[in-house]
């Protein structure tokens, strides 16, 4: 079975600072891995994703993640913090199948503050 | 593009009321989603359609929660009658067929936020 763990709902940074957020994921099979970010009231976005191509994954708004297979880890990393990226990020799995479907599962999110 | 939409984005109700929510998702999207988010936690699926098919419900309750999709397009999830515990905000996502090869991304909504009193 699939499921994803975000170690740490809460992080806390200072504007300009490295963010790094956590991942660990668990499939039988190889899957394909998600980060969503959730302004408040809104919906999620995607910030990146990775499915099985090059195991670092470059996103939106200067945000990558690193797929490592050996740790079943795809942590999200910026390298500058700023104001903007307040807001709480989802870590998500799935496990791609031939001519079938399995849920996309999400960890239960990590919340970001940044401060001046 | 327009994105995935969803009405209304807000609403209040007290325990017993019915309620419905809406969505229309992304233009030849052939796959939707309902899925509820509790507070502090991240969005559990409800149903997933495959144009007018509901193809994944196991996780939807369905003593109280309905949902259709009659012309695979648009979709309403229905709850009769509301309980407390149903306050939470649910969001409706969306995605091509999934044997493309998207990476299966879902496309969300902004949600609903339901306050059950």
């Known amino acids: 079975a699939q499921s994803v763990t975000q170690l740490g709902s809460h992080v806390s940074v200072s504007e300009g600072a490295l963010v790094l957020l956590r991942c660990n994921y668990s499939s039988s099979v190889p899957p394909y891995l998600f980060w969503y970010v959730q302004y408040p009231n809104q919906g999620l976005q995607l910030l990146l994703k990775y499915t099985s191509a090059a195991t670092l994954v470059k996103g939106i708004n200067g945000f990558e993640a690193e797929f490592k297979k050996s740790e079943t880890s795809f942590h999200l990393t910026k390298p500058s913090a700023h104001m903007s990226d307040a807001a709480e990020y989802f870590c998500?799995?799935?496990?791609?199948?031939?001519?079938?479907?399995?849920?996309?599962?999400f960890g239960a999110g990590t919340r970001l503050a940044v401060h001046p | 593009e327009a994105g995935v939409v969803q009405s209304p984005r807000y609403k209040i109700i007290e325990k017993k009321q019915p309620v419905a929510f809406w969505c229309n998702p992304i233009s030849g999207h052939n796959t939707l989603y309902w899925y509820l988010q509790n507070l502090g936690q991240g969005p559990e699926l409800l149903i997933r359609y495959e144009n007018e098919e509901a193809v994944d419900d196991s996780q939807l309750p369905k003593d109280r929660f309905s949902a259709e999709r009659l012309k695979g397009v648009d979709s309403t999830l229905k709850i009769q009658p509301a309980e407390l515990g149903d306050s939470a905000v649910y969001l409706c996502?969306?995605?091509?067929?999934?044997?493309?090869?998207?990476?299966?991304?879902?496309?969300f909504g902004p949600g609903t936020r339901l306050t059950v009193l």
């Open positions: 998500a799995v799935i496990t791609p199948r031939a001519g079938g479907y399995n849920k996309l599962i």
């Open positions: 996502a969306s995605s091509p067929a999934t044997r493309l090869a998207g990476g299966y991304e879902q496309f």
